[in-house]
């Protein structure tokens, strides 16, 4: 079995590389250094080696991600998806975010309700509230139950504050191209077609 040898520190940071008989063998952090008792003369084998090198990239993984959660809440979906950008190994994805996990920092039912709520404050459809939970890595089971727990309430209210709002704006167009332009920004602020055609007959009677 082969012995440390020595530790040089790499930088400015809290990472060492770890020789074995000489030799860099791997790089860790100071935490993890501490958690497995990595000291000059200890022995280390293989298998312990692949052990430090698992649990230090989960530690970065988990640090990455928490300096992710620190300008929003995001799924866990949505951080896997940030740290296979960032070229982690899927072991170390996973036991951060299990980690996170654990002490609440990822809740994928709060942030569902959360975001649910959020988006509709938006004034826009339930379709592309949905469309964008769903983005933001969220189950289809979590984004239907929170839209379920808000209801449809206020749905009509929102595209007819829209609409008129939009009418004003356009007053001088003629009224079939207005009527037409009215349907297609109603369905990109993601209402459905029953609604959309509601609030344009309200909004642009058609001429008898």
Request: charged share 35%.
């Amino acid at each position: 079995m082969a012995h440390i040898t020595d530790f040089h520190r790499i930088g400015r940071t809290r990472r060492y590389q770890v020789l074995v008989e000489g030799a860099v063998a791997l790089e860790a952090d100071e935490e993890v250094i501490a958690r497995f008792g990595l000291t000059k003369g200890r022995a280390l084998g293989e298998d312990e080696m692949a052990e430090i090198h698992r649990a230090d990239q989960a530690l970065l993984a988990s640090r990455a991600a928490l300096r992710l959660l620190k300008f929003r809440s995001r799924s866990r979906q949505e951080l896997a998806r940030a740290l296979r950008g960032k070229k982690f190994e899927e072991e170390a994805i996973q036991v951060a975010l299990e980690r996170l996990e654990s002490v609440g920092l990822i809740d994928d039912e709060r942030l569902a309700g959360h975001l649910a709520r959020q988006l509709r404050e938006r004034k826009i459809g339930s379709r592309l509230v949905r469309q964008k939970m769903l983005l933001a890595g969220l189950s289809r089971e979590l984004t239907d139950d929170a839209l379920a727990a808000l209801g449809e309430e206020g749905e009509l209210q929102r595209a007819q504050e829209l609409a008129e709002k939009y009418v004003r704006r356009s007053a001088a167009e003629a009224p079939d191209r207005l009527r037409r332009r009215l349907y297609g920004y109603l369905q990109r602020r993601g209402f459905d077609d029953g609604i959309c055609r509601q609030v344009i007959e309200q909004a642009l009677p058609a001429p008898d």
